[in-house]
C-alpha cells in the first residue's frame, strides 16, 4: 500500500526558504505511471495547486508562484522534494503531497498527512 | 484558465437525508473531475474520479455524475461520518469546497 509522508522546516522566517520533503513508501517514485504532487491549504482555508514532478524531473508550476518554486525528485532515496524561496505569511499552510493519476484527469491518490508550515519572525 | 465554481458553499442535512453538491466548470471539461473528501483534521481523500467512477472502498451511497461543464456529487443516505468538506478537482484547479454538517 503506497504512502507519502512530508517532512521539513515547520516554522520559516518571512524572506527564507521553506524546504519541505516527501518519502515514498510500498511503492517506486521512478514510474511514467504517475507523477508526483505537491498542495497546500491555508488555515481555514480551501485547497490550492502547487506543482507537479515527473520521475524524468519534468515539472508544472502554479504561475502564481513559478518564480519562487523549485521542485526535485531523488529516485535513490524514492522521494519528492519542494523549495520555496521569500516566503511571506500568505505562505503558512498546511502542505500536502499525493501521487497524481489518471492521465488527462489528473486524480490525487492517496495524500501524505501534510505538515503545517507557519511563517513568522 | 478553467475555473470550478462549487455550490452551496455549506449545508446541513438530516442523518438519511439526499445530498447533492455542484460543481460548474467555465468550459468543457469532458469527464475530467474528480471528488475529494476532506474530514475534519485530515488529509483529502479521493472518493470519485473521472466523474462517475467511485474509488474502490469508498461506500455506494457516493455517486458522481455529469459531463461537460456541470457535475454532481450525490450523498444517497447521509451518515454522521459523511460530516466533511467537498472539493472537486480539474488538472489544478480546485472547487472552493462545500461542508456538509448533520442537523
Known amino acids: 500500500q503506497l504512502q507519502l509522508q512530508e517532512s521539513g522546516s515547520g516554522l520559516v522566517k518571512p524572506s527564507q526558504t521553506l524546504s519541505l520533503t516527501c518519502a515514498v513508501s510500498?511503492?517506486?517514485?521512478?514510474?511514467?505511471?504517475?507523477?508526483w504532487t505537491w498542495i497546500r491549504q491555508p488555515p481555514g482555508k480551501g485547497l490550492e495547486y502547487i506543482g507537479y514532478?515527473?520521475?524524468?524531473?519534468?515539472?508544472a508550476y502554479n504561475p502564481s508562484l513559478k518564480s519562487r518554486l523549485s521542485l526535485s525528485v531523488d529516485k535513490s532515496k524514492n522521494q519528492f522534494s519542494l523549495k520555496l524561496s521569500s516566503v511571506t505569511a500568505a505562505d503558512t499552510a498546511i502542505y500536502y503531497c499525493?501521487?497524481?493519476?489518471?492521465?488527462?484527469?489528473?486524480?490525487?491518490?492517496?495524500w501524505g498527512h501534510g505538515t503545517l508550515v507557519t511563517v513568522s519572525s | 484558465d478553467i475555473q470550478m465554481t462549487q455550490s452551496p458553499s455549506s449545508l446541513s442535512a438530516s442523518v438519511g437525508d439526499r445530498v447533492t453538491i455542484t460543481c460548474q466548470a467555465s468550459?468543457?471539461?469532458?469527464?475530467?473531475l474528480n471528488w475529494y473528501q476532506q474530514r475534519p483534521g485530515q488529509a483529502p481523500k479521493l472518493l470519485i474520479f473521472?466523474?462517475?467512477n467511485l474509488k474502490t472502498g469508498v461506500p455506494s451511497r457516493f455517486r458522481g455524475s455529469g459531463s461537460g461543464t456541470d457535475f454532481t456529487l450525490t450523498i444517497s443516505s447521509l451518515q454522521p461520518e459523511d460530516t466533511a468538506t467537498y472539493y472537486c478537482?480539474?488538472?489544478?484547479?480546485f472547487g472552493q469546497g462545500t461542508k456538509v454538517e448533520i442537523k
Open positions: 514532478i515527473y520521475h524524468s524531473g519534468t515539472t
Open positions: 510500498g511503492g517506486s517514485i521512478n514510474t511514467a505511471d504517475f507523477s
Open positions: 473521472d466523474a462517475s
Open positions: 499525493a501521487r497524481v493519476g489518471g492521465g488527462s484527469s489528473n486524480w490525487f491518490d492517496p
Open positions: 468550459q468543457d471539461i469532458g469527464n475530467y
Open positions: 478537482q480539474q488538472w489544478d484547479t
